[in-house]
């Protein structure tokens, strides 16, 4: 069993960064795949990135302006998200598959851990 909690989350005005983090506890997830999905009111949870045994891969929303990455000793992966627009807002979920060979790092049912969010808030 894996636990993920987000953090990181905050206010920003646009164009501005925030760093997300998720730490797993309970086991090493090394090997998962994680992703960050975001969701706001009324509308359906939106792939944002993803970070697998294979590359990165990207929301063609946020490509060129958010990045993920993970630091294995630290059993934690981050979003670092620069020049924010508004339409960014959203609470943001880290999310952990364990089937590392998952082709399906952009499908939100693929995924067996999630995170409680973290809210971010993009002010224009």
């Known amino acids: 069993q894996v636990q993920l909690v987000e953090s990181g989350g905050g206010l920003v005005q646009a164009g501005g960064s925030l760093r997300l983090s998720c730490a797993a506890s309970g086991r090493s997830f090394s090997s998962y795949v994680v992703g960050w999905f975001r969701q706001t009111p009324g509308k359906e949870r939106e792939f944002v990135a993803a970070i697998t045994w294979s590359g990165t891969y990207y929301a063609d929303s946020v490509k060129g302006r958010f990045t993920i990455s993970r630091d294995n000793a630290k059993n934690t992966v981050y979003l670092q998200m620069n020049s924010l627009k508004p339409e960014d807002t959203a609470v943001y979920h880290c999310?952990?598959?364990?089937?590392?060979?998952?082709?399906?790092?952009?499908?939100?049912?693929?995924?067996?851990?999630w995170g409680q969010g973290t809210q971010v808030t993009v002010s224009s």
């Open positions: 999310a952990a598959n364990s089937r590392s060979y998952s082709s399906r790092w952009f499908d939100e049912f693929e995924y067996q851990y």
